[in-house]
């Protein structure tokens, strides 16, 4: 049956679901509080490019939209890992082939709308919503621009509206909603690489680049025009911290004794710094993410997390092609589909988020350890002779779309494995060794 459906927050997942939803024959109307994105220029500050991986593009695969994606996606096969005098050394994502994607945020939500609105969504920009009634889906927006209110029933409303979402609020404040909200000791600012001559990429533009440095590090992941968008994660305060850096000559030091080839490539590195947000990151725990068959939350407003797995977007469109799929299931009974869909959903938005802390250890300390990275090519080695025993961990979360909770607690329990394997003491030598293969043949 055709349903009215208010969709708020036209970002990545709003835009998506809109997709999903005007396929399945409804009539979605999006609201949005900025400006047109089509008609913007986008500013630095939030993660200009993200990482996509197979989460994301069997959502697409499933809307049908998978091939428009490809042609803006860059492969991204390994990690380069930049160490403080420059040098350089790698470490393949998966198996020859296998690739996490760097995508154009901007790029990639203005191809949503466009195919939403295609399909026969309207969208409306400029409309902030600041109020819902959630049993009756009626959500009030407030026009930022001539202030004017104007409020809208449907059949059902959908908050896609981010890790701020207003109407997660009304869950929380009106329906008494679980909710907590945990801020990392770390922020991030976005920092960018130019293009070299005629739009060549200075570096390896099929990688995603680290400069690991134990309690902080810094990331770049290439852009179409030959450009790096690149992320400092630093402590607030302490040593190494964004709380020391306000001078020029405090910010020069910092990128030339830690990342000397980095500031090699950013010649205005000062007004970069200067200009550029430093934002906060944080952890959204809510439950459950409905009301009767009237309201739902997805994407960031259901589970913001940490950026660190690089998969908060991948969850968020994962959390449209479920919720599509327990549709087909549920049939008319809505309210049996979204009870289903908050009660599958929230252990995996819980796995992804410690996953997501979890992975930052690894990527600004292992990726620098020789004895992780040896961890990590015994496990591999292991999974390529016996398949049907081990999948790494990195595999199961970004190259299949193995349930986070189950990901999280097979990666733990492989992790105590490993601890006893390592734990040998001329690993290094014997690693590639059948006594090892079998050794884990009889743990597994
Ligand atoms: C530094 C950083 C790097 C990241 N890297 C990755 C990555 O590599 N891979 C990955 O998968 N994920 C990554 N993420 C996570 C990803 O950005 C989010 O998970 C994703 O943007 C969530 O999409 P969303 O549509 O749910 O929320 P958002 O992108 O936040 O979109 C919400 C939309 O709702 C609108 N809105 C908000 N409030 C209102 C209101 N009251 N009324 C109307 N509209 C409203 C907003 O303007 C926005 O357009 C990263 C995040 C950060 C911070």
New binding site residues.
Partial sequence: MQKEITI????????LCALYMTKRGHKVSI????KDLRSETITAG??I?????ER?WTAFKKVGIDTEVKNIAIPMYKRIMHDEKGNLSDQAYGNKGQAIYSVS?AAL?VLMMEMAEKNGAKLYFD????DANLEQAIAT?KNTKTTTEQSISADLLIG????????REQMVKKHQHEYEYNEIAHD?K?LLIPAGKNGTHLLDKNALHIWPRGEFMLIA?ANLDGSFTC?LFAPKKGKNSFEGLNSQQEVKKYFKTIFPDFIALVPNLYEQWNTNPT?A?GVVRTYPWHINDTALL????AH??V?FY???????FEDCRILDELLDEFGNNLKGCFKKYSKQRKPNADGLQDLSMQNFVVMRDGTADPKFLLQKKIEKKFANLYPEKWTPLYTMVSFTNTPYADAWKIGMKQEKMMQSIMSAPNIEEIWESDEIMQKMCSLV
């Fill in positions: 708020v927050g036209a970002g990545l997942v709003g835009s609201f949005e509080r900025r939030k993660s490019n993200l990482a996509l991986s994301g945020r939500n409309e902030k919503c600041v927006f896609a509206d981010g890790s701020l979402s207003a109407v991030y976005e992941l992320t934002s990151l997805i994407g960031d407003a913001a997390t950026p690089g998969q908060g977007m991948n969850a968020g």
